[in-house]
């Protein structure tokens, strides 16, 4: 009776990995704003898209230019491939002409009514254009909890740049660090490092972020801009890890 019982066991735990094996995967369903910015004679045409598969609710964009902030109104729902417009006068003056940064960010929420934002970032040319010296490179990174986020610049001219830095976060992510100052000598690279935490960020989702890294020299305005990719992962364990349960089980069977 013992050894009868002991076969069935085995035969149930081996039906249940089979099953396990091909069970299919599930995809979840997503929203995935794309987004475009075009500056003309003064004005700012945004233009944002939902490319996922699913709406979104309570859709409100904000465009900062120069610490100077203006808010859509609220559209209640972004449909699957609906697009949402708006048209906002540029009333920028600064000392300096040449190219500044234009940051978006898209503030929604999915059908639990749970808060996403999705950053953008874009330059315009004021009264003059101007080419930076400054190339910039973003790496992408994956994290459960924390990661490390490198940035690196590298200053193509003959002479010593002093640039500000700023990292352009979604609210789902903390940085440990926003803005700093550095001084790049001529000919020279220098990578800079970026602490990301996971705030409200959910596991499965993307969220793009920036850098501007802009500097001033004679009387004209320079900005790089690099980007990049966080992408957020369940914690590794033995319950999310398919293949590794798997094995144990047969083991156990063996």
Not at 50 to 68: H, K, R, T
Request: hydrophobic fraction near 45%; charge should be neutral; glycine fraction near 4%.
């Amino acid at each position: 009776k013992n050894l009868q019982c002991m076969k069935g066991i085995k035969i149930i735990l081996l039906l249940f990995i089979i099953a396990l094996a091909i069970m299919p995967s599930v995809a979840a369903s997503y929203i995935s704003i794309q987004s475009s910015i075009t500056t003309i004679d003064n004005k700012t045409a945004i233009k944002v898209t939902n490319l996922g598969d699913e709406a979104a609710y309570n859709v409100q964009l904000s465009l900062d230019i120069n610490s100077q902030k203006t808010a859509s109104s609220i559209k209640k729902q972004l449909g699957v491939r609906e697009s949402f417009e708006w048209n906002v006068p540029l009333a920028f003056k600064s000392k300096n002409p040449g190219k500044y940064p234009l940051i978006l960010t898209t503030n929604y929420e999915d059908a639990n009514s749970y808060p996403f934002s999705a950053i953008s970032v874009s330059t315009f040319d004021y009264k003059e254009a101007t080419v930076s010296d400054i190339a910039t490179a973003m790496s992408n990174i994956k994290l459960s909890d924390k990661g490390m986020l490198e940035l690196k610049i590298k200053n193509t001219a003959e002479s010593a740049k002093d640039v500000n830095i700023r990292l352009i976060v979604p609210k789902e992510l903390t940085a440990d660090k926003d803005k700093l100052s550095v001084k790049l000598p001529p000919k020279s690279e220098m990578p800079v490092n970026f602490e990301i935490e996971k705030f409200s960020a959910l596991a499965g989702s993307s969220y793009a972020v920036f850098a501007v890294v802009e500097y001033d020299e004679d009387g004209r305005h320079y900005t790089s801009i690099a980007s990049g990719v966080v992408k957020v992962v369940e914690k590794n364990n033995i319950f999310t890890n398919q293949s590794l349960l798997i094995g144990l089980l047969v083991i156990l069977i063996i």
